[in-house]
């Protein structure tokens, strides 16, 4: 059978997508365009590359060669029509809602968020004029009716922050579709190793790029993928279906087609907001994105056996790991995330708030700090740190109330991370 019948397996893709030896020096990895700024051919090659008549290179804030290979490889891997590299992952959410909003219009959202997530949409994002609505996920009837006339877009995590739990994507895309408004995934916890929002219903992928995707806590960045399935012609949406005078009258949504989404987050919002991704950055990305799959599948691995030990702890009052069979999100797991439930989940120490401050403070091979998705095994106590500024409502409701103990199982040896934790729990 000739090999070009078979399409590339996801781990092809995780080293090959979008990537090809320099045309002028043959190197093989993908080199770091460190350069601000690109040559034209000629004055007219110029006027049509800012004109929009021709794609290219112009200025690095909007697009570059290194950035642009890993905005290939992250677009395959979610099996999406398009990419934008951006500085983080609330970089990416920035552009995103930027792109959807207009002032006096609301986001529906899921209350299992990154915290960092919950401060932005609540916060920050009220300055542009922008409302956030939150609703349970689990509770499906309730996070229908959240629905208004102003919601212009559904945000949710596939596998939520903290307590790694599992987000029904096709019952909220089905809400979505209902309204004829976008879906957006922050897929950071899963990556397209574990769970596929576009086989799901979802319209719009984001990452935290500096999470698994890079996986060894060196970068930060952030993506958002164009699953190319929305019609953006509703003039509800009008940075895609309304002309944009700086273009000569463009119509983003007509003339890009499948890709006008991410055509128009970067030329409408990265072009003019700025937080583009360091080419740098976009190679240690890379470099970590050749062996995602092979994380992926240890981390959650790894994090199986180290849920099942602390289920039976007598120092731990409950474990949330999608991965646990009996856990609420067991099922769930099993539909959308068939490899494996992922590198993060919490636990309840016995003893609530010190006991908790107690046993993370006595880890020794696990890091004490605020990220996931590294190599190493990292903890965090989030009611006293990432979920902080949330109400003590707001905690209980997000997974992070005040015994909670997060984890992010790294790739080391499990026995090693297992005696860790119980020295933990002893002390
Ligand atoms: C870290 C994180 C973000 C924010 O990404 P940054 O790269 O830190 O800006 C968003 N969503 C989730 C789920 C995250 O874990």
Do not use: C
């Not at 399409?7 to 080199?31: E, I, N």
């Amino acid at each position: 059978m000739p090999a070009e019948s078979l399409p590339p397996g996801f781990s092809t893709l995780a080293v090959h997508a979008g990537a090809a030896p320099d045309p002028t020096t043959g190197a093989r990895v993908t080199p770091i365009y460190q350069t601000t700024s690109f040559v034209f051919e000629n004055a007219d090659q110029a006027a049509a590359r800012f004109g929009l008549q021709e794609f290219g290179n112009i200025y690095s804030r909007i697009t570059n060669p290194t950035n642009a290979v890993l905005e290939e490889r992250i677009a395959a891997l979610e099996g999406g029509t398009a990419a934008l590299a951006v500085a983080s992952g609330h970089a990416a959410q920035l552009l995103v809602f930027h792109t959807l909003l207009q002032p006096g219009e609301t986001i529906l959202a899921a209350t299992k968020l990154y915290g960092g997530s919950i401060n932005q949409l609540s916060h920050a994002f009220k300055n542009f004029g922008w409302g956030v609505t939150f609703a349970d996920t689990d509770d499906l009837k309730a996070f229908a009716a959240a629905v208004t006339p102003q919601t212009k877009a559904i945000f949710v995590e596939s596998i939520a922050n903290p307590g790694g739990t599992i987000t029904d994507l096709e019952a909220i895309a089905n809400i979505a579709k209902t309204h004829k408004i976008p879906l957006v995934v922050d897929n950071t916890l899963a990556s397209p190793y574990l769970v596929r929002p576009f086989e799901h219903g979802a319209d719009i992928i984001v990452h935290s790029a500096t999470k698994f995707l890079g996986g060894q806590g060196n970068s930060m960045g952030g993506l958002i993928v164009d699953g190319g399935t929305f019609d953006w012609r509703d003039p509800r949406y009008p940075m895609l279906s309304a002309p944009h005078a700086e273009y000569g009258g463009l119509v983003i949504a007509e003339t890009f087609g499948n890709i006008a989404f991410a055509l128009a987050a970067r030329a409408l919002g990265l072009r003019d907001l700025g937080p583009a991704l360091s080419p740098f950055n976009a190679f240690l990305l890379l470099n970590g994105i050749e062996t995602l799959p092979l994380r992926m599948q240890r981390h959650s691995d790894n994090a199986l056996i180290v849920a099942t030990h602390l289920a039976q702890h007598h120092k731990v009052d409950w474990v949330s790991y999608a991965g646990l069979p009996g856990d609420r999100y067991y099922e769930l797991a099993r539909k959308y995330s068939p490899l494996g439930a992922g590198a993060v989940f919490t636990f309840g120490v016995h003893g609530g708030y010190d006991a908790a401050l107690k046993t993370v403070s006595s880890l020794k091979l696990f890091s004490l700090l605020a990220n996931v998705g590294d190599t190493r095994s990292l903890v965090i106590h989030p009611a006293s740190t990432t979920h902080r500024q949330l109400t003590d409502a707001q905690k209980i409701a997000a997974g992070a109330g005040p015994e909670v103990v997060r984890v992010s199982i790294g790739i080391e040896d499990v026995r090693d991370i297992i005696a860790d934790l119980d020295q933990a729990l002893a002390a």
